[in-house]
């Protein structure tokens, strides 16, 4: 999969003929900036862009690294808030482009669809550092016959712009937050990988990077729990990272926050029956941060916010790809694991659940499971996702589930 990223903010500037246009300097590359998009020619693709004039899209082709344009407008750009958003040919022009995983909806142009799209904000006709990554969260209801309607809030993820591939949205991120979504209202797939059993539940994210897992953690997990035939009165999902990640991760929470709250009251409009006034009313899901250096964590040493709770679920993406941190990561489950069991006694499963997601880039990741082995971790994989990519083999997102439970028991 590859995306199309901004290497500089978009901006506005007038050309000798007093035309109004968008200077864009964009690439399209892998998660990783490891390989450029390269269609064969001679089909190139079309780079689009919402405002601009749709009459001359730009044109990607083979060999290309970084595209730089003037796009006209179609008319001045007003200085109220607008969105700018940059997609490639094939994409849904009725609406906000957005990410939409490959597997749930039919392109005509499949291959211009496995690049993601991006948008940034412009206020006062100024572009912030800052690209948007528009991720949705589907719900399906049954209108009665049969059929199903589907209905969209949709989540928006910050990243940097930049050449950097910190602070940007990863593979594994992406198609397990989308496989979640699309998967949240099926009984059998979260009973499998997240089930709720409780009516509080609590779920942290290892190195967050921008959020995208663990916010549509947030997003789905009331959907999830009713599926289960479960009411949720109230879910913690705290993000943590390095420092270094901590702005945009705060950033994108605060983005998330009207999305929580639409889903909460959507999910609660759906219950049975009238509600009794004496029972305890459903909170919304509380999203927040804390940094947390797994060096720190594997000797137990976590802030405040770790420490409060014992955690039902810890989920991860795109954590193996630096084998030199395994050691610390896995250790770092495991003291988490031993801090939950703290709480025993205020009714906590005695077992730990950790959702793991990842897509393979070197056989050195292997050395993740023998580590997780030798402290009693046992692992199994709940969903594997081929991942096409354009002029070379396909890849794949694999999601397990580990659990570590205390010796003794079965």
Not at 76 to 97: M, N, Q, W, Y
Not at 160 to 165: A, L, N, R, V
Not at 204 to 211: P, R, T
Not at 230 to 248: H, I, K, M
Request: net charge negative; charged share 30%; proline share 5%.
């Amino acid at each position: 999969m590859h995306y199309i990223r901004l290497l500089r903010p978009v901006s506005v500037e007038t050309t000798n003929r007093r035309e109004e246009v968008l200077s864009v300097l964009l690439t399209i590359t892998t998660d990783l900036g490891d390989s450029f998009f390269g269609p064969d020619e001679p089909s190139p693709s079309a780079v689009l862009a919402y405002p601009a004039d749709q009459k001359s899209p730009l044109q990607w082709r083979a060999g290309m690294r970084v595209l730089k344009a003037q796009l006209r407008l179609r008319e001045p750009l007003p200085r109220e808030k607008t969105t700018v958003c940059i997609f490639a040919r094939g994409s849904d022009r009725s609406k906000t482009p957005s990410v939409r995983p490959y597997w749930r909806h039919g392109y005509e142009d499949e291959q211009a669809e496995l690049v993601v799209s991006v948008s940034v904000d412009m206020a006062n006709r100024t572009c912030a550092p800052v690209s948007l990554r528009t991720l949705p969260l589907p719900r399906q209801a049954d209108d009665g016959d049969g059929a199903s309607n589907e209905d969209e809030h949709s989540l928006e993820l910050g990243e940097d712009i930049g050449e950097s591939i910190a602070r940007h949205i990863w593979d594994a991120g992406l198609v397990t937050a989308s496989f979640l979504g699309d998967s949240c209202r099926s009984a059998a797939v979260m009973a499998d990988i997240l089930p709720v059993r409780r009516d509080r539940i609590n779920i942290l994210e290892l190195g967050c990077g921008v959020g995208i897992l663990g916010t549509t953690v947030a997003g789905i997990i009331q959907d999830a729990a009713a599926a289960q035939g479960q009411s949720l009165l109230e879910a913690q999902v705290l993000l943590t990272d390095v420092d270094e990640a901590e702005e945009r991760a705060r950033a994108n929470i605060a983005r998330a926050e009207e999305v929580l709250e639409w889903r909460q009251t959507h999910v609660s409009e759906e219950g049975n029956g009238e509600e009794d006034e004496s029972e305890e009313k459903p909170r919304p899901v509380r999203l927040e941060y804390e940094n947390l250096d797994w060096d720190d964590g594997r000797q137990g040493a976590f802030g405040p916010l770790v420490v409060a709770r014992a955690w039902d679920f810890v989920v991860l993406s795109d954590c193996t790809y630096n084998v030199d941190s395994l050691p610390a990561l896995v250790g770092t489950l495991s003291a988490l694991h031993k801090h939950s069991h703290s709480f025993q006694d205020d009714d906590v499963a005695a077992d730990t659940r950790v959702i793991l997601a990842t897509k393979p880039r070197h056989a050195s990741e292997e050395a993740l499971f023998g580590l997780l082995g030798e402290q009693g971790w046992a692992h199994r994989v709940v969903k594997r996702v081929p991942l096409p990519r354009v002029g070379a083999e396909d890849e794949g997102v694999e999601v397990y589930v580990l659990e570590r439970k205390e010796s003794g028991q079965e």
